[in-house]
């Protein structure tokens, strides 16, 4: 597990590559623009914006107003597993089967800082070690109940690490579990009361349309956005429409192909860049992508 992951997962294989940047409107994957045509308000890209708009007002309002969006994975590990163990410890980690060899405290060490790597600062409250566990293991998507030999945590420290947040990297209090029979330290982010979003319902025989954007770069006096999604090959010559969707506390990024796509075009794909032009400037919102409305890193330009 890393201490960095896309909240959005791809089924291609990316390669890297410089992209042409172009205004809002559409995109060509040959670095040839056309003119903007803005689609219908009511067509299903910007329905689907709405409601990611709507869950992160609902989320915000739920988690107090909090000012951190994390955007990368929680839970972590330091080391790798020792071979007589690997099998069995990384799935019992996955599974989220991890008990305490006895009571971990249940005292909150109160406000920690949360210090981003480009300055500003934040004093959050912090998690008990007995309250981070629990939520590491609530975090686990297809729980192992009864196939795994648990895991079992000896102690639990405060410590600090880097965790991906909706605007760049920043030191958070982490806890470090020990665990028993190994090297290996696992770690859970320890901040408090941050803002999460639950996706939408998603239906495998009518998923959500779009593209996803992976990262933005941008000012907060700026209206200027770039954002980075995965696309075709240059040969492809498929074209994207690119636009913003926004709310005073979010700017959601429409990415979508063209409807003449080339289906015959491979399977790899190449990291596009494409800027953006904002209703207003970004200011201290967060950057989401179209289709599950999730929060993505947003960088300095």
Known sequence: MGTTARSAAFSVVVAFATAACSVNGFLSADSTTIPIVQPQATDRLHRQAQEALDRWAQAVKDNGGSTITFTGALTSQIGDWESAVATKDKAALLGGAIVA???????????????????????????????????????????????CTPLEVTDANLATSLA??????????????????????????????????????????????????????????SATLEVDFVGAQAACKIEYRVEPVESDQAVVVIVAERPETDHG??????????????GAPLGDRVVLEGRQGLPVPVSAQ
């Open 265 to 278: 075009c491979p399977a790899i794909g190449v990291m596009d860049t494409v800027e953006v032009t904002l």
């Open 164 to 221: 991906e947040t909706s605007t760049g990297p920043a030191e958070v209090p982490t806890w470090v579990f020990t665990l028993q029979g190994t090297a290996v330290r696992i770690t859970r982010v320890a901040v408090d009361r941050s803002v999460t979003v639950t996706p939408g319902p998603w239906n495998v025989d009518d998923p959500p349309v779009g593209i996803s954007i992976v990262a933005a770069r941008g000012e907060p006096d």
């Open 101 to 147: 060899a006895s009571p971990l405290s249940e005292e909150r060490p109160g406000k920690r800082e949360v210090r981003w790597t480009d300055g500003p600062k934040v004093d959050a409250q912090v998690l008990s070690a007995a309250q981070a566990l629990q939520e590491l293991i609530a975090d686990v998507a297809k729980p192992c109940k009864t196939s």
